[in-house]
C-alpha cells in the first residue's frame, strides 16, 4: 500500500496543507512561482507551512530547526515543464508481465501505451516507455521533455544500451527484441529533447503512473 504523503502550498492559488498530489496540484498548476513540497507526516507539514518556504529552503533544516529526513532537502526549484510527456510502467511481479504508457503531463490524457509484455522487469519498462516518447516526438517534430522517474532507465538511455541482468530465454524474448530495437534506435537517431528525473519527493507521483505501489 502506497505510503500517505501531505503537501505544503506556501504559495499558489490557495496556500495551505493537502492531503493528496491532485489537490495540491490544483492549487500550483499554471500559478507562477509556485512554491510547494511534499512531506511524510502531517506534523512536518503543519510545521513546515508555519515556518514559511524561505524557512525551510534557506535554513535547510526541518520542522521545528532539528534535522530531518525529509523536510532536510530545499524545496525544489524546478518546476515542472507541463509541456512534456511523462511516462511509466506498470508491473505484475518483477519479473513479470509489463506495459507502459505515456501520457500529457498536463491533462493526464494518455498518447500512447503498450502491453501486456509477456515477461519483463521495471526498468527495462521504464527504458521502453521512453525512448517511445522520445521516437513519437521526433515523429511530431517535437522537442518536448520527456519525464520518468527510474533512475537506471534514464542512466541506460543516456548510455544508448542497457545494463539489465534478466535472464534471455523463450519467456524473455519478446521484451529483449524490443529492447533491442530501443537500442538501435538511440544509436541510430539524434533527439534534442530532454529526459529529466520527476521529482516525485516534490511534485508526488508522475501523471503516467499505474498506481499499483
Same mark, same amino acid.
Given at each position: ?99 507502459? +504508457? ?11 501505451? +503498450? ?81 529529466? +528525473? ?14 499499483? +505501489?
Amino acid at each position: 500500500m502506497a505510503k500517505s504523503k501531505y503537501y505544503v502550498v506556501w504559495e499558489g492559488k490557495v496556500p495551505g496543507v493537502y492531503t493528496s498530489w491532485p489537490d495540491c496540484q490544483r492549487q500550483v498548476d499554471n500559478y507562477k512561482d509556485a512554491k510547494y513540497k511534499s512531506f511524510e507526516s502531517r506534523e512536518e507539514a503543519e510545521a513546515a507551512f508555519r515556518k514559511g518556504w524561505k524557512g525551510i529552503w534557506g535554513a535547510g533544516s526541518g520542522a521545528g530547526g532539528g534535522k530531518t529526513k525529509a523536510s532536510a532537502a530545499a524545496v525544489s526549484k524546478t518546476e515542472i515543464d507541463y509541456d512534456s510527456i511523462s511516462v511509466d510502467v506498470g508491473t505484475m511481479g518483477n519479473p513479470g508481465p509489463i506495459e507502459y +504508457k505515456g501520457v500529457d503531463t498536463r491533462t493526464g490524457e494518455v498518447i500512447f501505451a +503498450k502491453g501486456p509484455i509477456s515477461k519483463g522487469t521495471n526498468n527495462l519498462g521504464e527504458f521502453l516507455a521512453i525512448v517511445h516518447a522520445l521516437a513519437y516526438l521526433k515523429q511530431q517534430n517535437s522537442t518536448k521533455t520527456v519525464y520518468s522517474d527510474s533512475v537506471n532507465a534514464l542512466k541506460w538511455v543516456k548510455a544508448k544500451a542497457v545494463s539489465s541482468t534478466l535472464v534471455r530465454d523463450a519467456s524473455t524474448r519478446e521484451v529483449w527484441e524490443l529492447v533491442e530495437r530501443a537500442e538501435r534506435w538511440l544509436q541510430t537517431n539524434r533527439y534534442e529533447n530532454k529526459v529529466l +528525473k520527476w521529482d516525485t519527493k516534490s511534485w508526488g507521483e508522475i501523471k503516467a503512473d499505474y498506481g499499483r +505501489k
